[in-house]
């Protein structure tokens, strides 16, 4: 292994290092309002930094998480610095990952006639990174506007085969399908080319297995929320990134009840992983598993590829805790229940 991959590893295993701790959450759970939990994160974490100007005693929350948002693309990013074979490949998935997110996001603003909404909540650091032009996104008021927003995008052909139905709604969940699909064929591709032996397996592991479950999830949601019949969820799976067969897949889609979804997942070799975690609810089971590979790569690959990822991942968990954190504390909600809504 060179320098540089060293310098990789130590790198971003310092920064985890930093994370907060046991003991931080505890101190945080304790905390009796917004502005005690923000005066914490200023002293004694390594959030200090990122939230050094923000005053504890007015604390907005979309304005809160675009800075840790900000701040997290930092951290990765001064990872993704160093020489690597695929660093610039994982900090152009994270963008397009980002992106997609927010492009999810106006489908569902422009689904409840609610766009005015969007800009409030864009993270301003994207735009640096972005091929989305976010004025005129932001100025799009109906999906003819919103396709020509994104017209000199790589976004545009896998939307523009989509149209409103005759009561104006989007197909928002096959559409979030068609284009997270595009990200994952953008990250086997790099994996494909850019890696081998070791190093290549346990990406494709990793991805796999985020994906199988993000299929298993998926499923679940379509059939509680959505009620579709099997040949409309069947419609709207890839398993192309998955380490769970088609025919799996179909006898999921095609299950009677939630209970036998689980009973199917749960005998793949992937899904056993399910009795290992602690969740609350079935939409809770993927970040949890994320988290779960993260942390175990973290600790114990040598790949500085799989070690950057398994950072992004952990980072991301960690911030959706502190968000979790601070609504649970502002709302009043009961020290027991916010601990349930962590990912650690």
Known sequence: MSSTSYA????ARAKYGNFLTDRDYSNILACQSVAEVMVYLKSHTHYASVLSEVNERDVHRGRLELLLRQYLFNEFDSLCRYDSSV???FS?????????????????????????????????FLSKHSELDVNKLANAHDYDEFLSSLEKTSYYEVLRVFKPDEKGRLPVSDMENKLYTRVFEHMFELIDKKTVGKEHQELLTLFRTINDYGIFSRILRLKKY???????????????????????INKMCEAQSSAEVFQIMQSTGSGRMIGKIGYNYAGDISPRVQHRLAKK????????SVVMISFMFLSETELMNVISLIE??????DQKTIQSLLIR
């Open 8 to 11: 990789v590893l130590a790198k």
């Open 87 to 89: 660093s610039s490949g």
């Open 92 to 124: 152009q998935y994270y963008i397009e990952k980002t992106e997609v997110e927010q492009i999810i996001r106006f489908l569902i603003l422009l689904n409840s006639n609610s766009t005015e909404k969007f800009i409030f909540q864009f993270p301003a």
């Open 226 to 248: 959505y009620n579709l019949p099997p040949e409309v969820i069947k419609a709207n799976m890839n398993p192309a990134f998955s380490s769970l067969s088609p025919k799996l």
């Open 297 to 304: 790569n973290i600790h114990f690959s040598n790949n500085p």
């Open 328 to 333: 649970g504390i502002r709302y009043q909600l």
